[in-house]
């Protein structure tokens, strides 16, 4: 079944331990990005990536990194998570088809809290 | 900057009903836009996916048109269920950044 799958998909956890929130995808797509889901504020893009080794920042990135080292795999990590990284995150995936789009498929979101 | 609306936030409607759920978008210059359904606490789920060249794409109960010229995207939901209740979101892809633009969803509920 072509999926995007995070892990975990919930966590707790305390301010300053670094962690690292994993996804991955089975559908060989170029394109990867990290979005976080925040009560009024809607989705917004932490990092993105458009092949292996290219990553770059979104809107959000503050706080976080990301890596690319293989296509299929996109982690996200939080050197020194705070309260305010408080959120739901998801990964999601997409097929770079030039001209065409084909549509983002995203994960089961993981919900995070920084305590 | 790209900004979405969708109106209205929250909706309540009896089963049976035929809905529409309205987007709109400040920059004309997208290049596709995708609907999305949310359940509580879930991950997103793609329902409809209008190309650049498109106006419109349909699946099942669902209909989405979109009108680039005038900024918006509607949804159109027909004989509603209960199980149609769910957050609908819809997302532009401006084709920069690999990036969707989400509007802040309409939350729907279905009563029977």
């Known amino acids: 079944e072509a999926q995007v799958t995070q892990n975990p998909r919930y966590l707790i956890t305390v301010t300053g331990k670094k962690l690292t929130v994993t996804c991955s995808q089975n559908?060989?797509?170029?394109?990867m990005s990290w979005y976080r889901q925040d009560p009024g504020l809607g989705l917004r893009q932490i990092y993105y990536?458009?092949?292996?080794?290219?990553?770059d920042k979104g809107d959000v990135p503050e706080g976080y990194k990301v890596s690319r080292k293989e296509k299929r795999n996109f982690p996200l990590i939080l050197e020194s998570p705070s309260p305010n990284q408080t959120s739901l995150y998801f990964c999601?995936?997409?097929?770079?088809?030039?001209?065409?789009?084909?549509?983002?498929?995203f994960g089961s979101g993981t919900r995070l809290t920084v305590v | 900057k790209q900004e979405v609306t969708q109106i209205p936030a929250a909706l309540s409607v009896p089963e049976g009903e035929n809905l529409v759920l309205n987007c709109s978008f400040t920059d004309s210059a997208i290049y596709n836009l995708q609907w999305f359904r949310q359940d509580p606490g879930k991950g997103l789920t793609s329902l409809l996916l209008?190309?650049?060249?498109?106006r419109e794409q349909t699946s099942g109960r669902l209909n989405a048109s979109l009108d680039k010229s005038s900024g918006r995207s509607t949804l159109y939901i027909a004989a509603s269920q209960p199980g149609d209740s769910a957050t609908y979101l819809c997302?532009?892809?401006?084709?920069?950044?690999?990036?969707?633009?989400f509007g802040t969803g309409t939350r729907l509920q279905v009563t029977l």
């Open positions: 997302a532009v892809y401006i084709g920069t950044a690999s990036k969707l633009t």
């Open positions: 990536s458009m092949n292996v080794e290219v990553t």
């Open positions: 209008i190309q650049s060249s498109q």
């Open positions: 999601a995936s997409s097929h770079d088809g030039g001209t065409e789009f084909y549509g983002y498929t």
């Open positions: 559908m060989n797509h170029e394109y």
